[in-house]
């Protein structure tokens, strides 16, 4: 069983940053994959963005050269930093990893893009 913690959501201008992290536990210790996908009112779950456990990356065309995505794997743990957010970037941001095979998934954080 995995557990993963979402954290560092708010309200943000647009044109802002903020970086929300995601910190996996439980009886699984290493993950091919972690990302991150944003579900905004009305809408299906979107990928934003993932990383393999080489390090290797892949991005919505959407949020390309604004996001960032990084993780640290002694932690466990995911980042996604975003910058230049735009309204449009307003959703529930969920992580995931994925074991095996098999995907986990976070409760979600809000980020809300808003003047």
């Known amino acids: 069983q995995v557990q993963l913690v979402a954290a560092g959501g708010g309200l943000v201008q647009p044109g802002g940053s903020l970086r929300i992290s995601c910190a996996a536990s439980?009886?699984?210790?290493?993950?091919?994959?972690m990302g991150w996908y944003r579900q905004a009112p009305g809408k299906e779950r979107d990928m934003v963005a993932y990383i393999n456990s080489g390090g290797s990356t892949s991005y919505a065309e959407s949020v390309k050269g604004r996001f960032t995505i990084s993780r640290d794997n002694a932690k466990n743990t995911v980042y996604l930093q975003m910058n230049s957010l735009k309204p449009e970037d307003t959703a529930v941001y969920y992580c995931y990893v994925l074991s095996g095979g098999t995907p986990y998934w976070g409760q979600g954080t809000q980020v809300t893009v808003s003047a």
């Open positions: 439980g009886s699984v210790s290493w993950f091919s994959v």
